[in-house]
């Protein structure tokens, strides 16, 4: 544990608060009324954060005081009050707590003596053993009937309470479970909702290995501490968790704003291992039915898995067979790993090698290690002069007209094992080692391909990636991962997406009906339908595993789901009004009902319902035979999206679901836009909206854009704002910046459509 000592001095500068302790000084920063930084520089005298982009400190207003034993700073909404050994308590501007240090003993989970230990290690048991021995250690009380949420993309239930985390880059193929300390993310922020109604987050942006004890060793306590780096954490109040959301996301940044296209249906596999089994799935595609934007095309596209290469062989023109399926509505995605081929007169390699842009052992040899293409060294993402080279590069795929990169293997993933943590890699404009820039590594790969994919195209890049860190949805989306067929990881993509949605990645998916093993009928349509509002609607399995394109099943099963695929469709327009949204606010689209319905004690621990924006409620079936399922309603008016039927909220019903259906309820007062039915975006001009009204009283706000590039930024779309009221919805064009206005818009309600041809200011009555 840190001990600072006394406190023997404070000075403020600005926004900070310089604050002197006997060994130690610490800088308390003032970012807003709302949010307070706390940095103590041990390895570095400056944050080089990786998440934070520029000064994110607004000019506040703020006191501060020094009483000789305690410093006591308030803004209009927060007081810090800052002990000896840096302890700090945190109040409302009331006086009210809203999170305090423990100051009490630390204490080990008994498990076992240690010959115990020994004897079950002999059977390959692992054998887990508390981390107190962080050089920086920070530990929070934690309450009676505190929840805590948050911490990205970690297995198991939306509260976190009552498990460790370990925040280290980690590629699995083991099952993910709620015990599995690490994935392939690491976000090192979480949000406490006390029994009280105070909520607080707190963001450690430490990109060092870290871990998260979540109150397992004690209910009195929790606390996060790192290998190295410095002592730099964000104190984030908010009224709401909502608030505490958009405060983080303004810290860290927000996901802009997609291309529509991307929002439809992707295909996926590895094995599709040359031009005629792409082929042979867009033409399946179109020849079923299945609507459909994307393919992706795993590792057998390359030359021997070498990057930025196209295997002739297999594909005797490229090109060509890119714009074939272009004309046929499709857009190629290629994976893209980092490890790079040792291999004589290989350009890129050559070039890499020349200009000393990979990383080194501690002796200034290029490190080797290996992937798919066998011994491979490894981009040094974090220098700047190495994302615009990677950039570059990347011309050769949008030279090609493909339309995205999928970056996979980027935690880094090694066939040797792990990088040791002395490999030199670059922060920017110093020289560092693995063991600060491990996490970062997905994160900056992203960072590279977004910038290199925007300077060539002039459009919003389409970048997926497995590994990121704090402020990777400002460059790319991302998926949870190898997962498998099983149900227990159809229930776990509800909290899992909806725990990075609260952690600012909003643009996030599960591969649908589970990458690893043998999926069934049932299980891959319980998870389309599961997952139809997922931001990323991707199916993807591996080589070895049976194909999962539903034609694969039989007719009842492709007739199924075709049918979510088309209801994804119709609902592109909403998901991409949240997502315009999200630019502003940092709300997710996927969302636990603990965001809307704080106070309600039922909805801040559900697992197995979440919300979709404010107004829709989805409710899938996760269980394997299950044939109607319970489905909680806060309170409220609710309609029942399949039948029509309202209901009141503020308990459990029980939802008819056959193997067809997918509980759905809107809110009273809800609009909810639609498309008409498509194979593709782009394939008909999107003229009309449909409207679908549940009657109530409230609002809702629709942008139209061109779905493509940054215009929108600068004023290109048109804001549509309609209002329910009573037995009306009037309709209004609040904002015109975008030439192509709707001919027409259908309102439907009670089972009743009205067609409306002055889309600029009508009112319809319903």
């Known amino acids: 544990m840190i001990n600072f000592g006394k406190i023997t001095g404070a000075k403020a500068q600005g926004n900070k608060v310089f604050v002197s302790f006997e060994k130690k000084e610490a800088i308390i920063e003032v970012i807003c009324d709302s949010i307070i930084n706390v940095f103590v520089p041990f390895d570095t005298k400056e944050h080089n954060s990786k998440a934070i982009d520029g000064n994110k400190?607004?000019?506040?207003?703020?006191?501060?005081?020094?009483?000789g034993n305690a410093v006591t700073l308030s803004t209009e909404t927060v007081t810090a009050k800052i002990y000896k050994d840096l302890k700090i308590d945190f109040y409302t501007a009331s006086g009210e707590i809203i999170c305090r240090d423990y100051r009490g003993k630390m204490q080990t989970l008994v498990r076992m003596s240690e010959a115990d230990a020994a004897l079950m290690a002999k059977e390959g048991h692992r054998i887990q053993r508390a981390e107190f021995d962080k050089k920086i250690n920070v530990v929070k009380r934690l309450e009676r009937g505190e929840v805590l949420y948050g911490l990205g993309d970690k297995a198991g239930f939306m509260d976190k309470r009552g498990y460790e985390y370990v925040m280290w880059n980690t590629d699995t193929t083991a099952h993910h479970d709620e015990q599995m300390p690490s994935l392939y993310k690491s976000i090192p922020?979480?949000?406490?909702?006390?029994?009280?109604?105070?909520?607080?987050?707190i963001f450690f942006d430490n990109t060092h290995k870290s871990v998260?004890?979540?109150?397992?060793?004690?209910?009195?306590?929790?606390?996060?501490?790192?290998?190295?780096?410095n002592l730099d954490y964000y104190f984030i109040y908010g009224t709401t968790l909502a608030d505490i959301v958009t405060s983080y996301t303004y810290l860290t940044g927000r996901a802009p704003l997609p291309q529509r296209w991307t929002l439809g249906y992707h295909q996926s596999r590895w094995g599709y291992v040359d031009e005629a089994d792409v082929n042979y799935i867009s033409s399946s595609m179109r020849e079923n039915k299945i609507p459909c934007d994307a393919i992706h095309l795993d590792i057998d596209y390359m030359d021997n898995y070498k990057i930025f290469t196209w295997d002739k062989n297999r594909y005797k023109n490229p090109k060509k067979t890119v714009d074939n399926l272009r004309k046929n509505g499709f857009k190629v995605i290629n994976i893209v790993d980092p490890g790079i081929k040792v291999e004589k007169d290989y350009d890129i390699y050559e070039e890499g090698l020349k200009k000393g842009f990979f990383a080194t052992d501690s002796n200034g040899l290029p490190y080797v290690n290996a992937v798919w293409p066998g011994d491979s060294l490894f981009p040094d993402f974090g220098s700047p002069d190495v994302r615009e080279w990677w950039g570059e590069n990347l011309r050769f795929y949008s030279d090609m007209g493909t339309a995205g990169i999928w970056n996979d293997m980027n935690e880094p993933a090694n066939f040797r094992g792990e990088l040791p943590e002395d490999v030199v890699f670059t922060d920017e404009n110093r020289k560092t080692n693995h063991a600060e820039m491990h996490n970062v590594y997905g994160h900056n790969m992203s960072r590279a391909t977004y910038e290199g994919i925007k300077k060539h195209t002039g459009k919003r890049p389409f970048v997926i990636t497995r590994a990121c860190y704090a402020g990777s949805q400002k460059y790319a989306t991302a998926w949870t991962g190898d997962n498998r067929s099983v149900w227990a990881h159809l229930r776990a993509l509800i909290p899992q997406l909806c725990s990075l949605?609260?952690?600012?990645?909003?643009?996030?998916?599960?591969?649908?009906?589970?990458f690893?093993?043998?999926?069934?009928?049932?299980?891959?349509?319980?998870?389309?339908?599961?997952?139809?509002f997922s931001p990323l609607f991707r199916n993807h399995c591996n080589k070895g595993s049976r194909y999962q394109e539903p034609w694969r099943f039989g007719k009842e099963t492709l007739d199924i789901y075709r049918k979510f695929v088309e209801l994804r469709y119709a609902f592109i327009p909403y998901l991409y009004d949240l997502l315009f949204e999200e630019e502003k606010t940092g709300l997710p689209v996927m969302r636990p009902l603990a965001l809307h319905y704080e106070n309600d004690t039922r909805a801040e621990r559900c697992n197995n319902q979440f919300l979709v924006g404010k107004s829709l409620m989805c409710a899938p079936v996760i269980e394997q035979g299950a044939l109607d399922r319970?489905?909680?309603?806060?309170?409220?008016?609710?309609?029942?999206?399949?039948?029509?039927k309202k209901i009141k909220g503020g308990k459990s019903i029980v939802a008819n679901a056959p193997i067809d259906t997918l509980p759905l309820y809107a809110k009273a007062g809800a609009v909810l836009p639609n498309y008409e039915p498509m194979q593709y975006i782009g394939e008909k001009p999107l003229d009309t909206l449909i409207l679908r009204v549940f009657k109530g009283e409230g609002t809702y706000t629709h942008y139209q854009d061109n779905g493509e590039d940054f215009a929108y930024r600068?004023?290109?779309?048109n804001k549509y704002e309609f209002t329910v009221s009573g037995n009306s919805l009037r309709g209004r064009l609040t904002h015109e910046g975008y030439d192509?206005?709707?001919?027409?818009?259908?309102?439907?309600?009670?089972?009743?459509?009205?067609?409306?041809?002055?889309?600029q200011d009508f009112e319809v009555k319903l």
């Not at 319970?630 to 029509?644: H, I, Q």
């Open 57 to 67: 400190a607004k000019k506040t207003e703020f006191t501060f005081s020094f009483s």
């Open 189 to 201: 922020f979480y949000i406490s909702k006390k029994k009280n109604g105070k909520k607080y987050g």
């Open 212 to 229: 998260f004890n979540m109150g397992k060793d004690s209910p009195d306590y929790l606390w996060y501490g790192a290998d190295g780096g």
């Open 501 to 514: 949605g609260m952690c600012g990645m909003p643009i996030v998916g599960t591969d649908i009906g589970g």
């Open 516 to 532: 690893m093993q043998d999926t069934t009928p049932e299980l891959l349509l319980r998870w389309v339908e599961a997952a139809v």
């Open 630 to 644: 319970s489905v909680y309603l806060p309170k409220g008016e609710w309609y029942d999206v399949n039948t029509g």
């Open 714 to 717: 600068d004023g290109g779309y």
């Open 740 to 759: 192509r206005k709707y001919k027409k818009i259908i309102v439907v309600c009670d089972g009743k459509s009205t067609t409306v041809k002055n889309t």
